[in-house]
């Protein structure tokens, strides 16, 4: 749909405005004269003739054929016969902000949908309804009846644009960048998003050359492939997308069901799509602020690790602490620039990243700019923190944040400074020097570094965006079956796709389980098959170490109670296959969103799948080298790399299994889930094994 008469509107319509100063029209209107606005406006009121000095009529039906945009300030049983009428009037765009519609449910989500179809019907982009409307601070248009002050009218030559699910939130990040000095060129509240979705303001305003990056708050992403689009479309561009969006909790996913009508998606799910993507996700609303800032200050994200600078030795105990808790590397200093810092610190303290400078620092405050120079240069170091302690006294304080400040002054690479004493007295000069300078400043290390880990891993998802090489397709043959097939048909299946399963059969008598037994040799393990029993374990349908044929017999007659004990089991045999040595267990799999595509999943495996939930999620098209990576990010990684005695396991085997798991998913889109688990890894060279393994299909 074409947005562009909404976002750029040539004329306005104000339907249902009054004169009273305390109503909304009155303050859309005010809104337009505060800003310039030098399209024509249009008034509807049922009762006046003349509001302002400007003439009104009384109905839509009365307005011009073709205005471009009209804001709606009518009662919520009014919206859907308002839009009708602009309909017919062909106006090219509406914002609603009446509430109590989809978030409301029942006749109310039913209204709404009525009124999206209407809207999609006569091709108005529509904005809402529960919302805040369109404020372009760029172009000094105001769809908004918000208070807006003179001064955000004025122009803006480039920034951030700010689109929002949440009215109130949109304002809050706008004027919170504000506040840091980072110019906001738009802001859209797009409430329920009956028609238009937060997507598709984005990809109207990245391609708007005043726009540097799209800051974003969503509950749910509501056209998850339109979204993927336009984030491929921001990379390509060079325009960062960091989005907020909620819903990792059940309670959070709850809170958007009620507030906006939103049903919020597996969470981990969507963000590995989105990561992948390369989408900024900041956990919290101050990161969403800093990385915006970093993004706007330092257009170039770093790809290496972190160099840090203090003056307190329990700053750089915390500082290592805490990034290695958000993911965020402390490159080594190499000899040649170890031997530059060490010149500068007392023979008693050692050269090493964080860097210490001490208490010495106040007597020669030369310290910090001998090391943070050197530093920056490095190119080892994607970024720099200096985190220094302030001073009691203003006149000192201020003097050391001077040689900070030009010390990190004019830096390409992201240079933060952080003053350590919380909410203590700073000369504001500080704060007003370091902004002017570019430099972003805190009041807390550990908020500058998340930040930094953030930004960090932005610019090494891009980088690793730009340098991947797609896996081949696989190809792969139709399924045996639909719905759950049984653990002898997903491996044979899986089997014949390079997947390593144990020798064995199915046995659709107790004669032909004792010959499978005699060709692959005892222990054996015996399982009931049948696709209803898709948890065998749990009925009692496994039996393992059966070691000899008086146990086989046994064993057979126990599956077969288990079997007849269970109504309307549908039973095809029993599998038997040799018994595999002991190794470790770990979970690969594979499911479909109905929205967001395939994913894959790789963890530990056996008891402690449920018990721990060490999983990571991917993309289903990766590199073996990069799954390898992520695999490395397990608890579990320990236990693959060898621990007490055990030995490293076959890391590559495992994501190898992997990948082909992902491109399998990718090739049978009627495939919605591929459980292998456990999947036992040997040792290094050794390979892998699935001891079983579950496939579900529409």
Same mark, same amino acid.
């Given at each position: @749909?074409?947005?562009?008469?909404?976002?750029?509107?040539?004329?306005?319509?104000?339907?249902?405005?009054?004169?009273?100063?305390?109503?909304?029209?009155?303050?859309?209107?005010?809104?337009?004269?505060?800003?310039?606005?030098?399209?024509?406006?249009?008034?509807?009121?049922?009762?006046?003739?003349?509001?302002?000095?400007?003439?009104?009529?009384?109905?839509?039906?009365?307005?011009?054929?073709?205005?471009?945009?009209?804001?709606?300030?009518?009662?919520?049983?009014?919206?859907?016969?308002?839009?009708?009428?602009?309909?017919?009037?062909?106006?090219?765009?509406?914002?609603?902000?009446?509430?109590?519609?989809?978030?409301?449910?029942?006749?109310?989500?039913?209204?709404?949908?009525?009124?999206?179809?209407?809207?999609?019907?006569?091709?108005?982009?529509?904005?809402?309804?529960?919302?805040?409307?369109?404020?372009?601070?760029?172009?000094?248009?105001?769809?908004?009846?918000?208070?807006?002050?003179?001064?955000?009218?004025?122009?803006?030559?480039?920034?951030?644009?700010?689109?929002?699910?949440?009215?109130?939130?949109?304002?809050?990040?706008?004027?919170?960048?504000?506040?840091?000095?980072?110019?906001?060129?738009?802001?859209?509240?797009?409430?329920?998003?009956?028609?238009?979705?937060?997507?598709?303001?984005?990809?109207?305003?990245?391609?708007?050359?005043?726009?540097?990056?799209?800051?974003?708050?969503?509950?749910?992403?509501?056209?998850?492939?339109?979204?993927?689009? @336009?984030?491929?479309?921001?990379?390509?561009?060079?325009?960062?997308?960091?989005?907020?969006?909620?819903?990792?909790?059940?309670?959070?996913?709850?809170?958007?069901?009620?507030?906006?009508?939103?049903?919020?998606?597996?969470?981990?799910?969507?963000?590995?799509?989105?990561?992948?993507?390369?989408?900024?996700?900041?956990?919290?609303?101050?990161?969403?602020?800093?990385?915006? =800032?970093?993004?706007?200050?330092?257009?170039?994200?770093?790809?290496?690790?972190?160099?840090? !600078?203090?003056?307190?030795?329990?700053?750089?105990?915390?500082?290592?602490?805490?990034?290695?808790?958000?993911?965020?590397?402390?490159?080594?200093?190499?000899?040649?620039?170890?031997?530059?810092?060490?010149?500068?610190?007392?023979?008693?303290?050692?050269?090493?990243?964080?860097?210490?400078?001490?208490?010495?620092?106040?007597?020669?405050?030369?310290?910090?700019?001998?090391?943070?120079?050197?530093?920056?240069?490095?190119?080892?170091?994607?970024?720099?923190?200096?985190?220094?302690?302030?001073?009691?006294?203003?006149?000192?304080?201020?003097?050391?944040?001077?040689?900070?400040?030009?010390?990190?002054?004019?830096?390409?690479?992201?240079?933060?400074?952080?003053?350590?004493?919380?909410?203590?007295?700073?000369?504001?000069?500080?704060?007003?020097?370091?902004?002017?300078?570019?430099?972003?400043?805190?009041?807390?290390?550990?908020?500058?570094?998340?930040?930094?880990?953030?930004?960090?891993?932005?610019?090494?998802?891009?980088?690793?965006?730009?340098?991947?090489?797609?896996?081949?397709?696989?190809?792969?043959?139709?399924?045996?079956?639909?719905?759950?097939?049984?653990?002898?048909?997903?491996?044979?299946?899986?089997?014949?796709?390079?997947?390593?399963?144990?020798?064995?059969?199915?046995?659709?008598?107790?004669?032909?389980?004792?010959?499978?037994?005699?060709? !692959?040799?005892?222990?054996?393990?015996?399982?009931?098959?049948?696709?209803?029993?898709?948890?065998?374990?749990?009925?009692?349908?496994?039996?393992?170490?059966?070691?000899?044929?008086?146990?086989?017999?046994?064993?057979?007659?126990?599956?077969?109670?288990?079997?007849?004990?269970?109504?309307?089991?549908?039973?095809?045999?029993?599998? !038997?296959?040799? @018994?595999?040595?002991?190794?470790? =267990? @770990?979970?690969?799999?594979?499911?479909?969103?109905?929205?967001?595509?395939?994913?894959?999943? !790789?963890?530990?495996?056996?008891?402690?799948?449920?018990?721990?939930?060490?999983?990571?999620?991917?993309?289903?098209?990766?590199?073996?080298?990069?799954?390898?990576?992520?695999?490395?990010?397990?608890?579990?990684?320990?236990?693959?790399?060898?621990?007490?005695?055990?030995?490293?396991?076959?890391?590559?085997?495992?994501?190898?299994?992997?990948?082909?798991?992902?491109?399998?998913?990718?090739?049978?889109?009627?495939?919605?889930?591929?459980?292998?688990?456990?999947?036992?890894?040997?040792?290094?060279?050794?390979?892998?094994?699935?001891?079983?393994?579950?496939?579900?299909?529409?």
């Amino acid at each position: @749909m074409d947005i562009s008469r909404l976002m750029r509107p040539r004329s306005i319509a104000i339907v249902g405005i009054s004169p009273e100063p305390t109503s909304a029209g009155f303050h859309a209107l005010k809104n337009l004269e505060t800003f310039g606005y030098a399209g024509d406006i249009h008034l509807v009121s049922r009762n006046r003739t003349e509001i302002g000095g400007r003439a009104c009529v009384r109905s839509i039906d009365e307005l011009p054929r073709g205005v471009d945009a009209a804001m709606l300030l009518v009662p919520r049983n009014a919206i859907e016969e308002a839009v009708q009428a602009c309909a017919r009037r062909e106006v090219g765009g509406v914002v609603v902000f009446a509430s109590g519609f989809a978030e409301a449910g029942g006749e109310w989500a039913k209204a709404q949908d009525r009124i999206a179809q209407a809207a999609r019907t006569a091709g108005i982009a529509l904005c809402g309804p529960n919302c805040l409307g369109i404020v372009d601070y760029a172009r000094g248009v105001a769809l908004t009846f918000g208070a807006q002050a003179a001064t955000q009218g004025a122009g803006i030559a480039c920034g951030a644009a700010v689109i929002a699910q949440s009215g109130g939130l949109a304002g809050v990040i706008r004027t919170a960048l504000a506040a840091k000095g980072i110019p906001v060129t738009c802001t859209v509240s797009t409430g329920n998003e009956a028609v238009l979705g937060l997507e598709d303001y984005a990809a109207f305003l990245l391609e708007d050359p005043t726009t540097t990056a799209v800051v974003a708050f969503a509950e749910q992403i509501r056209r998850p492939g339109r979204f993927l689009a @336009m984030a491929a479309r921001a990379r390509e561009l060079g325009k960062p997308v960091v989005l907020l969006i909620t819903g990792r909790s059940e309670a959070g996913r709850e809170s958007a069901r009620s507030h906006t009508g939103a049903l919020a998606g597996d969470h981990g799910l969507i963000e590995t799509q989105l990561r992948h993507a390369c989408v900024m996700l900041p956990r919290g609303l101050e990161e969403l602020i800093d990385v915006t =800032e970093l993004a706007y200050r330092f257009p170039q994200a770093p790809t290496r690790g972190l160099a840090m !600078v203090t003056d307190s030795g329990a700053v750089k105990g915390i500082t290592l602490d805490f990034c290695e808790e958000v993911g965020l590397d402390l490159p080594p200093l190499s000899p040649r620039l170890e031997a530059v810092i060490q010149a500068q610190l007392p023979e008693f303290v050692g050269a090493s990243n964080p860097v210490d400078l001490t208490a010495q620092a106040i007597i020669r405050p030369e310290m910090y700019g001998n090391t943070i120079g050197p530093m920056l240069a490095d190119a080892a170091f994607g970024s720099l923190v200096l985190a220094v302690i302030i001073s009691e006294v203003p006149e000192s304080g201020l003097a050391k944040a001077k040689r900070c400040l030009d010390s990190v002054r004019g830096s390409t690479k992201p240079a933060l400074i952080a003053l350590l004493g919380d909410e203590a007295n700073i000369p504001p000069s500080i704060v007003t020097d370091s902004r002017a300078a570019g430099i972003p400043f805190f009041r807390s290390p550990e908020r500058a570094l998340a930040a930094l880990a953030s930004y960090t891993r932005y610019g090494r998802s891009v980088e690793k965006a730009r340098m991947r090489t797609l896996p081949q397709p696989l190809e792969a043959p139709p399924l045996p079956g639909r719905g759950t097939l049984t653990e002898h048909a997903c491996k044979a299946w899986l089997g014949g796709l390079g997947l390593p399963v144990p020798r064995g059969g199915l046995a659709r008598d107790l004669a032909q389980a004792k010959a499978l037994a005699a060709a !692959v040799g005892f222990p054996v393990a015996m399982k009931l098959q049948a696709a209803a029993l898709a948890h065998k374990s749990d009925a009692g349908a496994v039996l393992l170490g059966i070691g000899d044929t008086e146990q086989l017999v046994s064993a057979w007659e126990r599956l077969q109670g288990v079997g007849r004990d269970l109504p309307g089991l549908d039973v095809d045999g029993v599998l !038997v296959e040799a @018994m595999a040595p002991p190794g470790l =267990e @770990m979970i690969v799999g594979a499911r479909r969103d109905p929205d967001w595509g395939p994913v894959a999943v !790789v963890g530990l495996g056996g008891i402690w799948t449920e018990a721990l939930k060490d999983v990571r999620i991917l993309p289903v098209a990766l590199e073996t080298a990069e799954i390898a990576e992520e695999i490395g990010r397990l608890k579990a990684a320990r236990l693959l790399a060898g621990m007490r005695g055990m030995p490293a396991r076959d890391v590559a085997a495992l994501a190898r299994i992997v990948q082909r798991i992902g491109l399998v998913m990718a090739s049978r889109p009627e495939i919605a889930e591929i459980d292998v688990n456990p999947l036992v890894v040997d040792a290094h060279g050794d390979g892998v094994l699935a001891l079983d393994a579950l496939i579900v299909s529409a």
